[in-house]
T-cell receptor, first 112, second 116 residues
């Protein structure tokens, strides 16, 4: 059974700092992995999607990497801003399915 | 990009009543829609997968008679919480898979349900 874990559960950093959020999954048989942002009481915003054949994806200040064999992904946020404060969710799509298995989330707070 | 809407965005109801939540794909046909539930400070958990014109597939532990799912058209799926109780209070989010670009799923904004 696929399980997705995110570390740390919460993180508080000063503005301008570079930071890394971690995601691990137990079954390497995945089709893709996606990082989402969720603001309090809101829905999901897709940030980056990495196919199983890819090693990384970049969008602006965000960079996500994928090491499928070791069951790990990282989301790197450069020059963090208070507007980056949110919960970041990692989700994997197991091979052969269309559903996503979500991680436990990392609550990020960037202090001005 | 493709948009998925949910209605209502929030609902408060009395215990014992039934609540219907709609999930619509606004500019694409969704062959498959997914319903997730998120309890406070927890992650999203998949409840069921619905395919247009067929019965929904429920995840283990989800009561199909309590959470009725109807996917009658390629742009609409509904989730009905029957005889709702306070423990059903949660954030319900749907996602829709576009029939052509099968790799992409689009998530709705969510519906917050509070059962008193």
């Amino acid at each position: 059974k696929q399980e997705v874990t995110q570390i740390p559960a919460a993180l508080s950093v000063p503005e301008g700092e570079n930071l890394v959020l971690n995601c691990s999954f137990t079954d390497s048989a995945i089709y893709n992995l996606q990082w989402f942002r969720q603001d309090p009481g809101k829905g999901l915003t897709s940030l980056l999607l990495i196919q199983s054949s890819q090693r990384e994806q970049t969008s602006g200040r965000l960079n996500a990497s994928l090491d499928k064999s070791s069951g790990r992904s990282t989301l790197y946020i450069a020059a963090s801003q208070p507007g980056d404060s949110a919960t970041y969710l990692c989700a994997v799509r197991p091979s052969g399915t269309y559903k996503y298995i979500f991680g436990t989330g990392t609550r990020l707070k960037v202090l001005a | 990009g493709a948009v998925v809407s949910q209605h209502p965005s929030w609902v408060i109801c009395k215990s014992g009543t039934s609540v219907k939540i709609e999930c619509r794909s606004l500019d694409f046909q969704a062959t498959t829609m997914f319903w997730y539930r998120q309890f406070p400070k927890q992650s999203l958990m998949l409840m069921a997968t619905s395919n247009e014109g067929s019965k929904a597939t429920y995840e283990q532990g989800v009561e199909k008679d309590k959470f009725l799912i109807n996917h009658a058209s390629l742009t609409l799926s509904t989730l009905t919480v029957t005889s709702a109780h306070p423990e059903d209070s949660s954030f319900y989010i749907c996602s829709a898979r576009e029939g052509v670009l099968q790799e992409t799923q689009y998530f709705g904004p969510g519906t917050r349900l509070l059962v008193l």
